[in-house]
């Protein structure tokens, strides 16, 4: 999903229910726990294959902390991508 398409789906859901509704996000694909959404942020995505890869911090983020080498660069292949974070 993209972001666009994402806030497209937003965009109809507030639509029915209004701002301030409760955004919860799933644990897992099957549905094994839910959470408050806690965050959003932009950072690297790198793919291990069609359904699961790793984050990096973007190159920005890496260099503004106290010890940048500690933090792996991002792979060559890594896009920049929203990552929404549950509360759990």
């Known amino acids: 999903m993209t972001l666009d398409q994402l806030i497209e789906q937003l965009e109809l859901l507030r639509d029915g229910l209004g701002g301030d509704a409760l955004v919860i996000v799933s644990k897992d694909a099957e549905g094994n726990g839910f959470g408050p959404l806690e965050e959003a942020e932009i950072a690297m995505y790198a793919a291990e294959n069609d359904?699961?890869?790793?984050?990096?911090?973007?190159?920005?983020?890496?260099?503004?902390?106290?010890?940048?080498?500690?933090y792996d660069p991002a792979p060559d292949d890594a896009v920049r991508a929203v990552f929404l974070w549950p509360t759990n």
């Open 51 to 70: 359904y699961s890869g790793e984050r990096y911090p973007t190159e920005e983020e890496r260099r503004a902390q106290p010890n940048p080498d500690d």
